[in-house]
């Protein structure tokens, strides 16, 4: 397995603007979490899936950006109307049971102009 | 709700010295604790953790850390740190329970003066 995969990797876009990034997990793991980590920061919780289902969202988590993991493999994260404060890394992890450390991968670096 | 305090925000170290990079926690239950490390341009990677028993923890790349539940604390240590250990360090929490929601610490960046 080659790890969590994000793309793409980074991203550059007008405000106002919508923008979608994927996750692809490590394939035996179930569940999934997105996070958002900016300059001088630690990673903050956005929301995370058990299979397709999405058990917890951070009240981060404006109504501007939805997540989604339809057949409990992969994950999406949509922002719509971007704006400049969006501008982040996102990174996404996944993990077998919860307690085995999570694996991370290189995140998506965006860039609201 | 849980919060992570990494009162250091850089470390310098003279390389092969010793190292310790600090992590206290507040939390109404009890947590498992975490270190990661995040090279440039990459993702978090696991150093070690604690989840149950003795609480001196080995991880990779010969580090280690603590936990004291007393003092609620977690410090990651190193004997002799190398040019390539120059990184950023975080500490997180988890609550013990259904919640998986990590609480990370805001970084300790560890560089080393060769």
């Known amino acids: 397995d080659t790890g969590v995969s994000q793309n793409p990797r980074h991203k550059i876009t007008k405000r106002g603007q919508n923008v979608t990034f994927r996750c692809d997990p490590i394939?035996?793991?179930?569940?999934l979490y997105w996070y958002r980590q900016t300059l001088g920061q630690g990673p903050e919780f956005l929301t995370y899936?058990?299979?397709?289902?999405?058990?917890?969202k951070s009240r981060l988590l404006s109504d501007r950006f939805s997540a989604e993991r339809p057949k409990g493999s992969f994950s999406t994260l949509e922002i719509q109307r971007t704006e400049q404060g969006d501008s982040a890394m996102y990174l996404c992890?996944?993990?077998?049971?919860?307690?085995?450390?999570?694996?991370f991968g290189s995140g998506t670096r965006l860039t609201v102009v | 709700a849980q919060s992570v305090t990494q009162l250091d925000s850089q470390v310098p170290v003279f390389e092969e010295a010793p190292v310790e990079l600090r992590c206290n926690y507040s939390s109404s239950v009890s947590v498992y604790l975490f270190w990661y490390v995040q090279y440039p341009n990459q993702g978090l990677q696991l150093l070690l953790k604690y989840l149950s028993g003795s609480t001196l923890v080995k991880g990779i790349n010969g580090f280690e850390a603590e936990f004291n539940k007393s003092q609620t604390s977690f410090h990651l240590r190193k004997p002799s740190v190398h040019i390539s250990d120059t990184a950023e360090y975080f500490c997180a929490v988890r609550p013990m329970g259904g919640n998986e929601k990590l609480t990370f610490g805001t970084g300790t960046r560890l560089t080393i003066i060769p």
């Open positions: 394939s035996e793991h179930n569940r």
């Open positions: 899936f058990q299979n397709e289902a999405q058990l917890e």
């Open positions: 992890a996944s993990s077998l049971d919860g307690l085995d450390g999570y694996t």
